[in-house]
Nanobody, 116 residues
Framework: QVQLVESGGGLVQPGGSLGLSCAAS????????MGWYRQAPGKQRELVAT???????NYADSVKGRFTTSRDNVKNMVYLQMNVLKPEDTAVYYCRVETVAGEIYWGQGTQVTVSS
């Protein structure tokens, strides 16, 4: 099965930047869409950003203009660059991939904490 491992989370001050990476390992099927979701304590998991195989991106209104997602189709990796971070960005961030066959896989999550 496909395993997704996120890295790059940590503690950052408001206004700072942080980059997240997600790498697929194991049996990797042909991946179509990739994306990032986040879940704060006591809240539902929400969409942050998505990117198609061709590179088309979509962002949640709350992060538009601050976050940028990109991908490497050869290495089966997806990246999320987060700039001008706010305390409300604090959450566990999850990587998500969808294969061309419609299979969905989730990473284990990486903690991002924005605090002074």
């Amino acid at each position: 099965q496909v395993q997704l491992v996120e890295s790059g989370g940590g503690l950052v001050q408001p206004g700072g930047s942080l980059g997240l990476s997600c790498a697929a390992s194991g049996t990797v099927f042909r991946i179509n869409g990739m994306g990032w979701y986040r879940q704060a304590p006591g809240k539902q998991r929400e969409l942050v950003a998505t990117i198609t195989r061709s590179g088309n991106t979509n962002y949640a209104d709350s992060v538009k203009g601050r976050f940028t997602t990109s991908r490497d189709n050869v290495k089966n990796m997806v990246y999320l660059q987060m700039n001008v971070l706010k305390p409300e960005d604090t959450a566990v961030y999850y990587c998500r991939v969808e294969t061309v066959a419609g299979e969905i896989y989730w990473g284990q999550g990486t903690q991002v904490t924005v605090s002074s």
